[in-house]
């Protein structure tokens, strides 16, 4: 069936700019998560959604970060007022039963 | 917070050995996974080992876990050109939401 995807693959912003990501998960999973990784370093947590659980959202970095999930399907993830900072690839993963968490293509974000 | 920590080298081998990669972490965990990375884009699960496991294997791959000693192994017999990647270990911890604390990566490449 198909994977996570992530739209969009690039985005390119300028400094202060909001942007949205997207994220669709694998039919059926009800885990959502949403990772980090700057050029060259592993995966940074950002938020996870189970559900119709309250999210855990103890990874954000800063107020400027939210995110939404819409039932047991799409999310976005919003960041306001970009930062030269911010400039990573931003990946999501979905799982169903809690261990393997399968991954989007990311998207590459780059704020000049 | 617990965090895999691979060992920081690059490997350079040549196609048909074998290729060893080392990760520890810092704190109790659930389970420990390993991830293969193309061009600094989408994971690709390879392996998941729990913590009352100790060894596992998956086609060329061979996984180690210590969890007195808190580190992992990850083998690759008989490498292949097209294992060139970059592999990351991530340990979930017990309870909670199976949020991954990723490593930085270790890159390696399979010269044909």
């Known amino acids: 069936g198909a994977g996570v995807s992530q739209s969009p693959s690039n985005k390119v912003t300028e400094k202060g700019k909001d942007v949205e990501l997207r994220c669709d998960p694998i039919?059926?999973?009800?885990?959502l998560y949403w990772y980090r990784q700057r050029l060259g370093q592993g995966l940074e947590f950002l938020i996870y959604f189970q559900g119709n659980s309250a999210p855990d959202k103890s990874g954000l970095p800063s107020d400027r970060f939210s995110a939404e999930r819409t039932g047991e399907s799409v999310s976005t993830l919003t960041i306001q007022r970009t930062q030269q900072e911010d400039s990573a690839v931003y990946l999501c993963?979905?799982?169903?039963?809690?261990?393997?968490?399968?991954f989007g293509p990311g998207t590459r974000l780059t704020v000049l | 917070s617990q965090q895999g920590e691979e060992d920081p080298q690059a490997l350079s081998i040549q196609e048909g050995e074998n290729a060893t990669m080392n990760c520890s972490y810092k704190?109790?965990?659930?389970?420990l996974q390993w991830y293969r990375q193309n061009s600094g884009r989408g994971l690709v699960h390879l392996i998941l080992i729990r913590s009352n496991e100790r060894e596992k294997h998956s086609g060329r791959l061979r996984v180690t876990l210590d969890t007195s000693k808190k580190s992992s192994s990850l083998l690759i017999t008989a490498s292949r050109a097209a294992d060139t990647a970059s592999y990351f270990c991530a340990t979930a911890a017990p309870g909670g939401n199976n949020r991954l604390a990723f490593g930085k990566g270790n890159q390696v490449v399979v010269i044909p």
């Open positions: 039919s059926g999973h009800t885990a």
């Open positions: 704190t109790s965990i659930n389970n």
């Open positions: 993963a979905s799982s169903l039963n809690g261990d393997t968490q399968y």
